[in-house]
């Protein structure tokens, strides 16, 4: 199948992110949010990039999957990954994988990287059972996964779903944001439902 032969990630931003009126506490504002992404069109450009901070972001023309989930939130609910997990980082960094090397948190990237995100998830007690059945993830759930069982990769749920029942994912893998049919096609790494006015202070 193309997703697993393709590398993961690209994302859009919308500029502006005036939080919805709708959006306190509601799956429904992840959702729109997320599908908002698949109007428009993105370059897949992994690079490292210096960003401001708070609320820094790669040019809205290019991306990865985690700038999904990261736009998304922001859009549906004014909430800065980047922030929260810079901070976090900084006072529990020997808490988050050393998968790169770094001796301390770095702002611009950390939060762009689907094994920091999905610690902090977790940490956040967002974290919920891996299962195979489709009812077990409810539209605006996170899920990570392992391409090909190694390559990291982040979606949301959709409200849509395949002809057969699966719940659809909105994500990014590499030639633009797509609401299509990843779910159980590769192995699943995380299970998240997070909404940050429940969960987290901004």
């Known amino acids: 199948m193309r997703i697993i032969a393709t590398l993961l990630l690209s994302a859009l931003c919308l500029p502006a992110l005036a939080v919805p009126a709708f959006a306190k506490s509601s799956p429904d ?16 450009d992994p690079k490292y990039v210096s960003l401001s901070y708070p ?12 700038d999904v989930v990261i736009r998304t939130y922001r859009a549906a609910f004014g909430f800065d990954f980047q922030k929260a997990v810079h901070e976090d980082m900084k006072a529990n960094f020997s808490a988050y994988p050393k998968s790169w090397g770094l001796k301390r948190p770095d702002k611009n990237i950390d939060h762009r990287r689907v094994p920091n995100l999905e610690r902090f998830l ?50 990014n893998i590499g030639s633009g944001v797509v609401e299509d049919d990843l779910l159980f096609n590769t192995d699943i790494n995380g299970h998240f439902r997070f909404l940050p006015s429940e969960t987290l202070s901004n």
């Open 55 to 66: 609320g820094g972001d790669v040019p809205a023309d290019t991306g990865v999957c985690t």
């Open 29 to 44: 504002a992840v959702v729109q949010a997320a599908q908002s992404r698949t109007l428009l069109s993105v370059r897949y």
């Open 122 to 171: 977790k940490r956040q007690g967002a974290s919920l059972p891996i299962t195979k059945n489709a009812e077990d993830y409810h539209a605006g759930d996170i899920v990570s996964w392992r391409l090909g069982g190694r390559l990291p990769h982040i979606g949301i749920v959709s409200n849509k779903k395949s002809e057969w029942g699966t719940p659809l994912i909105i994500h």
